[in-house]
């Protein structure tokens, strides 16, 4: 007993979300997100080299996925939540301030995906294979970014008295920091359920099942990806409905709840059309090139090597069997070597053939 009332009863928020080294202000949230961003880009560069792919094409790739998700996040959120932009005394201007909250991850994704593509066309990697190292890091990211509403106090659901209940205070958004009272003391809205946590917790759950599932099954490029697709609604359709945040209905259900199940049936078309897909090829190793060996002479011929082509035939040389094409029988025919119609490398056609077919293509 005495071990069960000396845990917590509850889960503390941050009651200050924004620090200030001089003019700059360092935002829990953006930190967040940032280091979300690393961890995923590490992850996603160490399977792509397990793959063969080369070290530091992650960040390549990256430097056009992370600005295309960031825009495509918040354009979703501004869609599917304009009400305090631009409904009745919104703020235009706040529909930039990123800092503050509103990330949609459907948006993040969706857009960020592209930005993928792209990258991957400039580098020379197929893209089904990036998606796939990338999704267990996507996942981390998206635990590691839901510590950010915790700093921003938001992300919750209904009230609770659950021992790991959490503790949100009165926020005041733009300063990014709890409202206080007469004393200086920070003042508390209330105890509600950490949905934030809830979905930190999944997300870690299905990383792990995803680098579980691409190595111990045989997957097409892509189903990995595709399993991340069809996971993450299946977790975030409960959670949704645990949340007690105002958002836009459909039907009754949050618009959230929706995405998810098309979202989730769109993982299910992903998984079996890549599933017909032909594999991509295997990044062709860098090696250094060598120098083609030339058989054909630069120079005059000498005289004084014997197994020189372009030593002139000499009267007697019909005599010499092996010398030209033909032999030295008496009646001045034999049958033709096979060997002098051979590739100067000494290749014949058919393995010519078979070294070309095992060289892997270039993409």
């Known amino acids: 007993m005495s071990l069960l009332a000396a845990l917590p009863t509850e889960i503390p928020s941050p009651s200050v979300g924004v620090w200030h080294l001089g003019p700059l202000p360092i935002r829990g949230y953006a930190m967040c997100i940032l280091a979300g961003i690393v961890v995923a880009v590490w992850l996603t560069q160490k399977r792509l080299e397990a793959r063969g792919h080369r070290k530091g094409v992650a960040i390549d790739i990256s430097a056009w996925a992370v600005p295309f998700g960031i825009v495509g996040g918040r354009l ?31 948006g993040a994704v969706a857009l960020g995906a592209v930005g993928a593509w792209i990258g991957c066309r400039k580098n020379g990697v197929a893209f089904r294979d990036f998606v796939d190292a990338a ?22 659901g209904a009230p609770t ?19 206080v009272d007469a004393q200086g003391n920070p003042i508390v809205k209330g ?44 977790g975030r359709i409960v959670i949704e409905n645990m949340r007690s945040d105002s958002a836009n209905l459909i039907l009754g259900q949050r618009v959230n709840t929706w995405v998810s199940i098309l979202v989730f049936v769109l993982g299910i078309v992903l998984w079996r059309r890549f599933g017909r897909l032909e594999q991509p090829a295997l990044p062709e190793p860098v090696t250094p090139a060598e120098p083609a060996e030339s058989t054909e002479s630069t120079g005059p011929a000498d005289p004084a090597d014997p197994a020189d082509p372009a030593e002139p ?12 094409s033909h032999g030295g029988d008496s009646t001045g025919t034999a049958p033709e070597d096979p060997a002098a119609h051979e590739p100067a490398d000494g290749l014949n056609h058919t393995a010519r053939r078979t070294a070309d077919a095992e060289r892997p293509a270039q993409r």
Request: glycine content about 12%; proline content about 6%.
């Open 135 to 156: 999704a267990p890091g996507l996942a981390i990211a998206q635990a590691m970014g839901r510590f950010g509403n915790w700093f921003n106090n938001e992300i919750y």
């Open 313 to 324: 035939a000499g009267p007697g040389d019909a005599d010499r069997v092996g010398e030209g």
């Open 191 to 234: 105890y509600f359920q950490p949905t934030f946590l809830y979905e930190a917790l999944w997300c870690l759950v299905l990383a792990t099942f995803l680098i579980w599932l691409g190595r111990r099954r045989q997957l097409k490029a892509g189903q990995v990806f595709a399993a991340y697709v069809m996971g993450y609604p299946v």
């Open 76 to 106: 979703y959120h501004l869609i599917t939540t304009p009400q305090p932009y631009f409904g009745e005394n919104g703020h235009p201007w706040k529909a930039f301030a990123i800092y503050e909250g509103g990330l949609g991850i459907w």
């Open 161 to 179: 008295d659950l021992p790991w209940r959490l503790r949100i205070y009165e926020w005041d958004t733009s300063a990014g920091r709890a409202l």
